[in-house]
């Protein structure tokens, strides 16, 4: 796998050959990660330099060396790790700018908080999917990669940065994933399972630790007159409630008092989503065994996976997946259903 670098207008640098480990990590609702494992030399100390912009060969998809970075030299070693996120990181270097009321779709939301922002050097915006989920929330200089990971949970869509290293660009896009489940007969069906012979190292993951059915969300007001909003319910055994303060959302910069009631009503509805039961599988898989990864199944699908061992069938997306490229050979770790647990509050 030869790793090309850039700078960060996008002028190729050079190129690596002599790593010994590649960790590529995508994920759907998120900016992904890397980490780069390659010997010390004068020629990989010039190019694998902070700021600098790597990309694995073939793949549309580019990373930017920040965070931690280090160097080792002993009787043993004398390797260099680099570390860093994928291109929607520049968007953690900006903030959404003073207070704005918002009601729209999310993919329209994830465009305007973004034109909002301090402009990206070479960043253009593409058209959206088309996802018509509504949404209505404030927000006051909050980090923009942060909301956009926020609306994208919120309508299941997913985002990335696309570079062009010849036109010296990069594209904002949103993208869905396939349904690929055995539920449906649109798509070609994809079933991960010890019969497929692609659900190896698999590991199971169950947690209703905060889990809620009932959001009682405060707005506006004192006493007897302060504004409140219900979503979910249950009784019983089966009822869990949760109080929601939120006061931050000012009535007064909302149109009617139906928006009002909205935007208390999606943040009940995305304390319901963070407080969900969560249920996932890790596991490895072989990129060409039965199903193979980038053509018959990718990033953002959803999938049937089968482990009968343990009377499981869920149909999950596939919200990471990690291509690791050793000794010569590439394998992806797939999260199949959200990461444990994920939190989305609104107030950062």
Request: glycine share 8%.
């Amino acid at each position: 796998m030869e790793i090309i670098v850039y700078d960060r207008n996008l002028y190729r640098l050079g190129t690596i050959e002599n790593h010994t480990s590649l960790q590529w990590h995508r994920k759907y609702y998120e900016c992904g990660t890397f980490e780069l494992h390659a010997p010390v030399t004068e020629d990989n100390l010039k190019l694998l330099q902070p700021g600098n912009i790597i990309r694995p060969k073939g793949k549309d998809e580019a990373a930017v060396i920040r965070g931690d970075q280090n160097e080792e030299e002993s009787t043993l070693v004398n390797e260099m790790v680099r570390k860093g996120y994928f291109l929607p990181i520049y968007f953690n270097d900006r903030l959404t700018g003073p207070l704005f009321s918002y009601t729209g779709t999310c993919e329209d939301a994830m465009r305007y908080i973004i034109n909002k922002a301090p402009k990206i050097p070479l960043l253009e915006i593409a058209a959206g999917t088309g996802d018509n989920t509504e949404i209505t929330f404030q927000a006051t200089y909050k980090n923009v990669l942060t909301y956009l990971s926020k609306l994208a949970r919120y309508c299941e869509v997913g985002f990335r940065v696309v570079p062009d290293f010849m036109k010296k660009k990069m594209t904002f896009e949103t993208y869905k994933g396939i349904d690929r489940t055995t539920q449906q007969g649109e798509n070609p069906r994809v079933i991960f399972s010890e019969s497929y012979n692609n659900l190896n190292r698999a590991k199971h993951n169950y947690s209703d630790e905060t889990y809620k059915t009932k959001i009682v969300v405060g707005g506006a007001g004192d006493g007897p007159d302060r504004i409140y909003v219900t979503v979910g319910g249950g009784s019983g055994f089966d009822l869990r409630e949760m109080f929601l303060d939120a006061k931050d959302i000012n009535k007064d910069d909302f149109p009617t008092d139906a928006a009002y009631l909205e935007a208390l009503r999606v943040r009940g509805k995305e304390a319901m989503a963070q407080n969900a039961i969560v249920e996932n599988f890790e596991a490895e898989v072989e990129a060409d065994i039965n199903f193979t990864y980038g053509v018959d199944w990718d990033l953002g699908d959803v999938v049937t996976v089968n482990k009968k061992k343990w009377n499981k069938i869920l149909d999950l997306r596939i919200t990471e997946a990690c291509e690791v490229y050793e000794y010569g050979g590439m394998y992806v770790v797939p999260t199949f259903g959200e990461a444990l647990p994920t939190v989305i509050n609104w107030d950062n």
